[in-house]
């Protein structure tokens, strides 16, 4: 390879001068130094090859190595890359053994007092105890007539009506049957009988006939042989109405409510009643009652 270079950088130029005749003398003297030039720069190159092939190591024993230089200064920190991305969770893993239990802890402070609850059942009844010393007597006390309510007397023809009532059992009198008796019944309007008074309290009814001559007062139920046949007035009690009945014994119903009869009723509270007759009332008598409660005729 070296050989063609050679050649061909020599025999290139001489072409060129055969056809340059005139520049020939100028060229060659050129060429003569450069091929003087080529020549020494072979011949140093196969001085190099000889040089190097000679300092192979299998022909010596290699020198001691060369002190180490000195380190270079570092060079700067590179910028931190970004974060990569957060991995998966990983699976929770299985709940430990119980570990042995700690110390008791001090005791906390007492919570609130919660709700009583339902009263149980009333024990076995304890053994009395001694009789106190016996007490002085109070002084009596005067005898009232708190909520005890006396009526005006009254008549069937006179009463008002009273809604929703029917008309025909208010200020009129008719026949009627109950249970296979013949009855003569009227009513009598009683604003003072409310559900709440007539299922705590007793009411007496009394009776009279209204003219000079008979002015004594008669307590329902009332047994009299009027027109000459035994009947008995009697009463029954509604809300709002006092209801008033004859019955003649033989059924025979030719004794009616008399239209000149008048009626009282003293409506009294069922504690009332049980004092008044321990004192020895009668409450069948409307003076004693009158007189006991202090009612106005």
């Avoid at 020198?63 to 380190?71: A, F, Q, S, T």
């Avoid at 035994?230 to 009616?256: C, E, G, I, M």
């Amino acid at each position: 390879m070296l050989f063609f270079c050679i050649a061909f950088s020599v025999f290139c130029p001489l072409l060129w001068v055969a056809n340059q005749p005139i520049q020939a003398n100028i060229y060659i003297q050129e060429l003569m130094k450069a091929t003087n030039t080529l020549f020494r720069t072979i011949l140093f190159v196969f001085i190099a090859a000889f040089a190097v092939a000679a300092c192979s190591p299998d022909d010596g024993i290699d020198g001691l190595d060369g002190i180490d230089g000195i380190n270079g200064v570092d060079g700067k920190n590179g910028i931190d890359g970004k974060n990569g991305v957060d991995g998966k969770n990983g699976t929770n893993g299985k709940d430990g053994a119980r570990g042995p239990a700690g110390p008791r802890g001090p005791a906390g402070a007492d919570g609130e007092d919660g709700k009583d609850g339902i009263q149980g059942p009333a024990g076995p009844r304890g053994p009395g105890g001694p009789a106190g010393p016996a007490g002085k007597d109070g002084e009596n006390g005067k005898d009232g007539n708190a909520n005890v309510f006396s009526s005006l007397w009254k008549s069937i023809t006179t009463s008002e009506q009273i809604p929703p009532y029917p008309i025909d059992l208010l200020n009129r009198v008719k026949d009627t049957v109950f249970d296979g008796s013949n009855y003569s019944i009227g009513g009598i309007r009683a604003p003072e009988f409310t559900p709440t008074r007539l299922a705590n309290s007793v009411v007496m009814v009394y009776m009279r006939y209204y003219d000079s001559n008979h002015l004594t007062a008669f307590n329902l139920p009332y047994v009299s042989a009027a027109s000459g046949k035994v009947s008995t007035v009697s009463f029954y009690t509604q809300p709002y109405a006092l209801r008033l009945l004859r019955f003649a014994h033989d059924n025979s119903n030719t004794v009616k409510l008399n239209y000149s009869l008048q009626f009282k009723y003293v409506i009294i509270p069922k504690g009332l009643v049980a004092n008044a007759r321990s004192n020895g009332v009668d409450l069948n008598n409307l003076a004693q009652t009158a007189a006991y409660f202090k009612l106005e005729d």
